[in-house]
């Protein structure tokens, strides 16, 4: 069965960067979209973006410009970068697998499994 | 990016009640939704997908209903698990955007 695992600091300053990488262990990285999604305190969820295995990316242009997402298949790993942080940043961090499978002419896709979440605090 | 709209935002009710879900999307997404519930502290989990699929291992009083705009969650016989907040996201294009939420709460 996959999981996922987040990590990274838990505490990042103003201006800086926050980094957090997601492991995937019980499966294979290659396939699949690999995404991450944050969550204000006591907010809804924002989806920031996906990679493919093979490097497609997608973004949210709400973050586009501060966003990196990167991958290391030899890891098992994906990453996520989010330059110029503030205070509005404060999140928890989930990392998830979109699943995509055809389906009656079309597809269907799910966000099915995800990490247990990751909270970032922007504070000086 | 496609806004969807939850209704209500919370809503309180007892165990054994039936509980309905409403969420609107501002164009047309086909059968491209998604359930999910989230208890606190806790990551979402996946309940319905491609508007009325149930995931495997999810109890069959949830149900999925709609198409196009608008969209419906079923719980027909809440239980004291089922106590927790509501999303839809719509996975017809990208962003991916979720509803607001909807807060199940006990009476």
């Known amino acids: 069965q996959v999981q996922l695992q987040e990590s990274g600091p838990g505490l990042v300053k103003p201006s800086e960067t926050l980094s957090l990488t997601c492991t995937v262990s019980?499966?294979?990285?290659?396939?699949?979209?690999w995404t991450w999604i944050r969550q204000p305190p006591g907010k809804g969820l924002e989806w920031i973006g996906y990679?493919?295995?093979?490097?497609?990316?997608n973004y949210n242009p709400s973050l586009k410009s501060r966003v990196t997402i990167s991958i290391d298949t030899s890891k098992n790993q994906f990453s996520l970068k989010l330059s110029s942080v503030t205070a509005a940043d404060t999140a928890v961090y989930y990392c998830?697998?979109?699943?995509?499978?055809?389906?009656?002419?079309?597809?269907?896709?799910?966000?099915?499994?995800w990490g247990q979440g990751t909270l970032v605090t922007v504070s000086s | 990016a496609i806004q969807m709209t939850q209704s209500p935002s919370s809503l309180s009710a007892s165990v054994g009640d039936r509980v309905t879900i409403t969420c609107r999307a501002s164009?047309?997404?086909?059968?491209?939704l998604g359930w999910y519930q989230q208890k606190p502290g806790k990551a979402p989990k996946l309940l319905i997908y491609?508007?009325?699929n149930l995931q495997s291992g999810v109890p069959s009083r949830f149900s999925g209903s709609g198409s196009g705009t608008d969209f419906t969650l079923t719980i027909s016989s809440l239980q004291p698990e089922d106590f927790a907040t509501y999303y839809c996201?719509?996975?017809?294009?990208?962003?991916?955007?979720f509803g607001q939420g909807t807060k199940v709460e006990i009476k």
């Open positions: 998830a697998r979109e699943v995509v499978v055809g389906a009656r002419g079309g597809f269907d896709n799910w966000f099915d499994p």
């Open positions: 019980g499966g294979s990285i290659s396939s699949y979209y």
């Open positions: 990679i493919y295995y093979s490097g497609n990316i």
């Open positions: 164009q047309g997404i086909r059968n491209d």
């Open positions: 491609a508007a009325s």
């Open positions: 996201l719509q996975d017809y294009n990208y962003p991916r955007t």
